[in-house]
C-alpha cells in the first residue's frame, strides 16, 4: 500500500511540472504574438538580408621594371532588388533613378524594341517583330504604337507622359524577362560613374530597391602594347566554367597569353558581403563577412621601354616597304621581333604585328573588330613569334660553318671558290650569279658569312653531309619548341633525314644543298631564331628562354620557381629535353661571330644600316624564298659585338630584302642602349587612360 501511494505521489509532482511549463510557454507565447509582436515583426523586416558576391581583384601584370601593364579598375554597376513597395513607387523609383543616370551621362540596359519620336519597331526585319509579338501574346498585326499601348496599360503608366512612360518600360520590360527578386536583382546599367554612386548612396532612402555593386575589371594601360604576351581576358563559357572550379558564370578568365598561362595565379579568392534592409528595399546597413583575395602579380622579362619602340620600328618599317621608300614596292601585311638576354635568355621584347587591343576583348568584342582582327592571311590574334614558322635563309648558315669547323672539314682560313654555280648536284647558283653572271670568289668561311656566298656553303654542306648538320641544328634548338611560357607555341620543322623518315621520302644529296642555306623544309619560329643567335654569343651553351621573372603572393613573398615552372609545364604540356653539351671551341664561335660583324661594317650587306653607330654590331641578313616571288626578310644580330648582351631578330613577310629589316634592329638597339637624346628624353613610356 505504501508502494502504490509513492507511486501516486510522484506522478502528481510530473503532472503540475507538466502544467507548470504549459502555462509558461502559453505565457510566452501570448508575449511574443500579442504584447510585442508588432515590435518583432518590424524588427524581423529590418532584418532581411542578402549575401553578394565581393569580386576579388585580378592579380597585376607587370613589365621587369615595375610598370603596370595589366592592372584593374573599379566599375559600380547598379541592380534593382524586388521590394514590398506598390507599382506607383517602383514606377517612380525606375524614372527617378533614370533621370539621375542621365544627368550624369551614364547609360542604362534598354531591350524594349519599340522606338518613340516617331513611334516604330527597331526591329529591320519583319520576321523579327512577328516573332516578337507572338512571344508577347499579341496579334501579328499589332502596330508599334498599339503594342506600345499595351505595355503602357500593363505597367499602369497612363498618368506618365509618353517619353517617361518609355523610359520605364524598358526597366519594367526587362524585370519582366529577366526576373529579379529581394536576393538577386536586376542589372540596370553595368558602368555607372561616381558622381551617380554618390548621389544614390546620399539618397537611399529614397531608391527603395536600388543597389550599387561594384567589381574590379580588367584594364590594360599601355593599349595594344605587348597584346601577344599579356593576351585578354573574356566572360567564361561554359566549356570553360565546367573544366574550372570555383567560378561562376559572371566571371571572367584568361583567354590567351599570361593571362590564359598564369590564371590560377591571378585569379583571386572572391569575398562575401551581407546587406541588411527593411522590408520596401530600403538599405539599412551592409558588413562584410569575407574578404576578397586580389590575385597574385606576375612580373614579366619583358622592358616596356624597349618592347614599344620595337612595336613602333617594325610597324614603320613595314609602312616603309609597302610605300617603295626602301627599295621595290612590296605587299606586306605581317611581321614580328625578338629581343633575347643572350646570358639569362629572358625575353625583353617580343612584337607580332599586326597586334590587338586587349581591352576590347573584356566586355565583349564587336562582330566589326573580331573580323578585322581574324581577318585571312594577317590575323592580328596570332603570335607570329612562336605560332607560325619561316624559312630562315641565309641567316641558318652559321650553323653550317660551326658544324664544319668543329668537325675539321674547314678551316678558319681556307678558301673556296664561288664561280657563280656550284659543280655539283642540280648545279645550283649564288644568288651574285643573277646580278653579275659570275660569282664571289675565293673566300675564307668569315668573308662566306659577310658576303652570304650560297657557293660556299653548298661546298660545307658536302663535306659535312645532312646528319652532322641535324645535329648542330638540333643543338642550336630549331625545329624544336623553346618551351616559353606562352600557349600554342608550334616546333617548326627541321630538314633532314629524321624528318623524311617520318614522312616515309628519301633524302637525297639535293636536298643538303638547299638544307645547308636555310631553304628545303627548315622553317623556324623567330623565337627559335633568337634563342639560336644567343647560343652563338654566350659561348655555345644551351639557353632556358622564358619571359616570367617572377610570380609575387600578397604578402610580397615570391611563389617558387620550380612550382611555377611544374605548373605551367603542366597546363602547356611541356616537355624538357635537355641535350648533351657539344662544347663548341671557343675559337670556332669566335670566327663565326667575326663573319657576323664584318656584316654590319664596310662591305657587309647590312653596313649602310650600322656605318654611323656607336655599337659594334654582330649580324646576319637573310632572304628566303617562300614560294612564288614571295621572298621573306630577316635580319639576325647581337650586341655589343665585344661582349654582347641582346640578341636582336627582325622577320618581315614578303619583306624582300634582309637588309630592309636592319634598321629595325638598330632603332631596337638604340633604345635598349639609350644612345641618342630622343630615347633618352623618352625614357618614361605613356599610359593609356
Not at 659570275?438 to 658576303?451: D, E, M, R, T, W
Not at 655599337?615 to 639576325?636: C, L, M, P, R, Y
Not at 630584302?657 to 635598349?672: F, L, R
Request: proline fraction near 2%; charged fraction near 25%; aromatic fraction near 10%.
Amino acid at each position: 500500500m505504501a508502494t502504490l501511494d509513492k507511486k501516486n505521489v510522484r506522478y502528481n509532482i510530473l503532472s503540475i511540472l507538466i502544467y507548470i511549463i504549459g502555462i509558461i510557454l502559453i505565457i510566452q507565447l501570448f508575449n511574443l504574438q500579442i504584447v510585442h509582436g508588432e515590435e518583432y515583426l518590424e524588427t524581423a523586416n529590418s532584418r532581411l538580408t542578402r549575401e553578394n558576391t565581393i569580386k576579388a581583384a585580378r592579380g597585376n601584370i607587370l613589365d621587369c621594371n615595375g610598370n603596370l601593364l595589366a592592372g584593374n579598375k573599379i566599375e559600380y554597376s547598379l541592380k534593382i532588388y524586388k521590394s514590398k513597395i506598390e507599382e506607383e513607387n517602383l514606377n517612380a523609383t525606375i524614372l527617378n533613378t533614370i533621370r539621375i543616370l542621365q544627368n550624369n551621362n551614364d547609360t542604362y540596359k534598354d531591350e524594349f524594341p519599340i522606338s518613340i519620336n516617331p513611334i516604330q519597331y527597331t526591329y529591320q526585319k519583319q520576321e523579327n517583330i512577328v516573332k516578337w509579338l507572338n512571344d508577347n501574346q499579341l496579334e501579328e498585326t499589332t502596330s508599334a504604337e498599339q503594342a506600345l499601348k499595351c505595355f503602357i496599360e500593363k505597367y499602369k503608366l497612363e498618368e506618365y507622359p509618353l517619353e517617361d512612360a518609355r523610359k520605364i518600360i524598358s526597366i519594367r520590360y526587362g524585370i519582366e524577362k529577366s526576373g529579379y527578386t529581394s536576393m538577386r536583382g536586376y542589372e540596370i546599367s553595368s558602368s555607372i560613374s561616381e558622381t551617380s554612386v554618390a548621389q544614390f548612396e546620399e539618397m537611399n532612402n529614397s531608391f527603395p530597391g536600388i543597389a550599387i555593386d561594384y567589381k574590379p575589371i580588367r584594364k590594360y594601360y599601355y593599349g595594344n602594347l605587348a597584346s601577344h604576351v599579356l593576351g585578354y581576358v573574356g566572360k567564361i563559357d561554359s566549356d570553360e566554367y565546367k573544366k574550372n572550379d570555383g567560378y561562376t558564370l559572371d566571371d571572367y578568365i584568361g583567354k590567351t597569353g599570361i593571362e590564359l598561362v598564369c590564371e590560377k595565379y591571378l585569379k583571386g579568392v572572391d569575398g562575401i558581403k551581407q546587406t541588411d534592409m527593411s522590408i520596401d528595399g530600403t538599405t539599412t546597413g551592409e558588413y562584410i563577412t569575407k574578404e576578397a583575395i586580389e590575385g597574385c602579380d606576375v612580373v614579366l622579362t619583358i622592358d616596356a621601354k624597349v618592347q614599344q619602340a620595337a612595336e613602333q620600328a617594325l610597324k614603320t618599317n613595314i609602312e616603309k616597304i609597302n610605300n617603295g621608300e626602301l627599295g621595290e614596292v612590296r605587299k606586306v601585311d605581317t611581321g614580328s621581333a625578338v629581343v633575347l638576354n643572350v646570358k639569362t635568355g629572358e625575353v625583353i621584347a617580343m612584337v607580332s604585328y599586326p597586334d590587338f587591343e586587349p581591352q576590347l576583348f573584356v566586355q565583349g568584342i564587336s562582330n566589326e573588330k573580331w573580323n578585322e582582327y581574324t581577318e585571312k592571311g594577317k590575323s592580328a590574334l596570332l603570335n607570329r613569334t612562336i605560332q607560325s614558322a619561316y624559312a630562315p635563309g641565309s641567316i641558318f648558315k652559321m650553323v653550317g660553318a660551326i658544324a664544319a669547323l668543329e668537325n675539321n672539314k674547314i678551316t678558319k682560313d681556307e678558301r673556296i671558290n664561288c664561280a657563280g654555280i656550284y659543280p655539283k648536284g642540280y648545279n645550283p647558283r649564288c644568288w651574285i650569279y643573277a646580278t653579275t653572271g659570275g660569282g664571289h670568289g675565293y673566300l675564307n668561311v668569315s668573308q662566306a658569312i659577310q658576303k652570304s656566298c650560297n657557293c660556299f656553303f653548298y661546298e660545307v654542306g658536302t663535306r659535312i653531309g645532312i646528319e652532322t648538320l641535324e645535329k648542330y641544328a638540333t643543338y642550336f634548338g630549331l625545329g624544336q619548341k623553346t618551351n616559353i611560357e606562352l600557349p600554342g607555341e608550334i616546333s617548326g620543322t627541321l630538314a633532314g633525314k629524321t624528318l623524311y623518315d617520318k614522312l616515309g621520302k628519301t633524302w637525297y644529296y639535293g636536298n643538303t644543298l638547299s638544307a645547308v642555306i636555310g631553304q628545303a623544309e627548315n622553317n623556324f619560329t623567330p623565337l627559335q631564331i633568337a634563342r639560336y643567335i644567343a647560343m652563338l654569343t654566350n659561348g655555345g651553351k644551351q639557353v632556358d628562354v622564358s619571359i616570367i621573372k617572377d610570380i609575387v603572393n600578397n604578402d610580397g613573398t615570391s611563389v617558387d620557381k620550380e612550382e611555377v615552372k611544374q605548373y605551367i609545364n603542366s597546363k602547356l604540356g611541356l616537355q624538357e629535353d635537355k641535350l648533351q653539351d657539344l662544347n663548341i671551341q671557343r675559337e670556332n664561335l669566335q670566327t663565326v661571330l667575326e663573319g657576323m660583324q664584318s656584316v654590319t661594317e664596310e662591305g657587309g650587306t647590312a653596313y649602310s644600316t650600322f656605318r654611323n653607330f656607336n655599337i659594334q654590331v654582330g649580324g646576319k641578313t637573310g632572304s628566303a624564298e617562300a614560294g612564288g616571288d614571295k621572298t621573306n626578310a630577316w635580319f639576325a644580330g647581337f650586341a655589343p659585338y665585344e661582349a654582347p648582351e641582346i640578341a636582336v631578330i627582325v622577320f618581315v613577310e614578303n619583306g624582300s630584302h634582309g637588309y630592309y629589316t636592319a634598321e629595325v634592329a638598330k632603332e631596337i638597339m638604340e633604345a635598349y642602349f639609350g644612345l641618342n637624346d630622343e630615347i633618352e628624353e623618352d625614357k618614361s613610356i605613356t599610359p593609356y587612360v
